[in-house]
């Protein structure tokens, strides 16, 4: 498929926005997040969020129409994650004005994260493209929002405190950091290995025939060859993912365990570098799950 940038930042910053938002819930839940940061914090998720959706427009044929989508929710991905985005922000700016309490958070958190599951299921829900319906999928989408938004958090209350956060958080961040790694290479092994689950036969209504292509259907690319059959090659897949995985998986783990092992260096100065290479990472990740995802349409190409 092809890359569109506006829709790589869409998920990336919306997803670390959200991601941020629910790690704001659990914290404030758990007692353990200070006052100046909940503002912050929340403004903070609400921009990357707000960015996200912006960008998502500039993907639109005719972006005066969009408000349509959300008549759809009843059967559109589409339409439930632009309901669920918007719906989030009431939860969140209460939030972030000290009103409702607990409540407030127990509303929110769910939001958040059915926002990002909203976000997955738009691809996971695509059968003509099996990359996308993966079952990887919406578990690597809920853990880079967690993993983004968990890094952001983590700076914010460091940057606040001046501390470094406790061993637990820290291990939890390099934890995630690792099981995200781990997903990815899995799931990267796993598109390598599977072919697409029809022939060249099934696609021209020949079933179990072999079929050659004598020429091409077009004289010329059109929009199914454009957005379509994207190519990337396989060196180059290989080098953007070994990338992929230094920014959001190695070097946020190196980043969170050399806090307190350098003088001079404060704790949110490393976690605000783990957050920056967590996000680079997760853009080229989403440049690379749209990138190798092959359509079923391609066969009669």
Known sequence: MHPALSVIFFTTLSGAGYGLLAWLAIASLADALPGPVRIVATLLALALASAGLLASFWHLGKPLRAWR???QWRTSWLSREGVA??????????????IGGDAIAVLLLPCALATVACTAMIYA????????RHGLVLPVYFGFALLCGGLLL??????ETGVAPIPLVAQGAIFLAALMGALKLRYWRSIDDGALPATRGDAVGLP???VGVFERPHTEANYLTREMAFVVARAHARRLRGLSLLLFAVLPMLCVFMIGRIGGVEPSAWLWLAAACALAGAFVERWLFFAQARHMVTLYY
């Open 154 to 159: 983590a700076a914010l209350v460091a940057g």
């Open 208 to 210: 179990g025939r072999e």
């Open 69 to 71: 989508a959300f008549s």
């Open 125 to 132: 829900s695509l059968k003509p493209i099996p990359a996308w």
């Open 85 to 98: 985005a918007v719906a989030t922000y009431v939860p969140a700016l209460l939030f972030a004005a000290g």
